[in-house]
């Protein structure tokens, strides 16, 4: 999917496994976020709708997949060929990536199976955090976090 980031190679060495992904030569959306918010900028209301969009497309298909990413957050989005530090720059190449604690899920609605607290704290579900079970919805909550501090430069807790 095009707002899913792909595995090019992988191989391994002596000592780790070596995974090569496409260039991001936008970096990632936190280092995007964070320089706006530096220079006392914000998103243009267009290029958050567009990066939103890209992130919500790659997890649909990812969901249509009965697969949970488990770690929606701004350091996951990779920016394509744009300048994301210039107020002019556009956000077309989106890119849901980092699928380490993606995991499939038996069930789409039933979170029962997936007992484990991964995911980064300020993007887990509240049913997450309270020692729930880990649905396709806790991906959501984690993508409406993600749009909070996209729009507003802040993470929302």
Do not use: Q
Not at 84 to 93: I, V, Y
Not at 127 to 135: I, K, L, S, W
């Amino acid at each position: 999917h095009d707002n899913v980031v792909f595995l090019l190679d992988a191989f391994a060495s002596e000592d780790a496994l070596v995974m090569i992904f496409p260039l991001a030569r936008g970096g990632d959306l936190r280092g995007a976020i964070r320089r706006r918010r530096r220079a006392r900028e914000r998103f243009r209301a267009r290029d958050v709708w567009t990066i939103f969009r890209g992130v919500a497309r790659g997890l649909a298909h990812l969901h249509a997949r009965g697969i949970a990413h488990r770690d929606v957050k701004p350091a996951n989005v990779l920016l394509g060929d744009c300048d994301s530090s210039s107020s002019s720059s556009s956000f077309a190449d989106v890119k849901l990536a980092d699928l380490g604690l993606a995991v499939r899920v038996p069930d789409a609605d039933d979170a029962r199976p997936l007992r484990s607290k991964v995911g980064t704290p300020f993007y887990l579900a509240p049913e997450v955090v309270r020692g729930g079970g880990y649905g396709l919805a806790a991906d959501v909550w984690s993508l409406g976090c993600l749009l909070y501090e996209l729009a507003s430069s802040r993470s929302p807790f």
